[in-house]
């Protein structure tokens, strides 16, 4: 079992950065894929980012690439979003996750139904 807690969000103006941290308790979260995921009321979750268990494979959504990068420190217990280039369409909460069975495959996942693990959430505004 892992516990997951977002930190990092805030208020940003649109063309600004901000990075998400998740830190994650547990010896096992090496062998975890991490994903990021935002959702805004009324809508369903969405996928954002996901990293594998080494780090060096990542999957984005077409809506942040080339904008976010997902990046990871196994040795801090901590799976990062930078977000640059914001926009106000970024404003959600955005949630981390942890995939136990990521390790099973070469891309990391992008469905909200394959992750067992989620954080709290933090929120990211992003005003116009």
């Known amino acids: 079992q892992v516990q997951l807690v977002e930190s990092g969000g805030g208020l940003v103006q649109a063309g600004g950065s901000l990075r998400l941290s998740c830190a994650a308790s547990?010896?096992?979260?090496?062998?975890?894929?991490m994903g990021w995921f935002r959702q805004v009321p009324g809508k369903e979750r969405e996928f954002v980012a996901a990293?594998?268990?080494?780090?060096?494979?990542?999957n984005y959504a077409d809506s942040v690439k080339g904008r976010f990068t997902v990046f990871r420190d196994n040795a801090k217990n901590t799976v990062y979003l930078q977000m640059n280039s914001l926009k106000p369409e970024d404003t959600a909460v955005y949630y981390c996750?942890?995939?136990?069975?990521?390790?099973?495959?070469?891309?990391?996942?992008?469905?909200?139904?394959?992750?067992?693990?989620w954080g709290q959430g933090t929120q990211v505004t992003v005003s116009s």
């Open positions: 990293i594998s268990w080494s780090g060096g494979n990542t």
């Open positions: 996750a942890a995939d136990d069975r990521g390790s099973w495959y070469p891309t990391p996942r992008g469905r909200p139904y394959e992750y067992e693990y």
């Open positions: 547990g010896r096992t979260f090496s062998t975890y894929a």
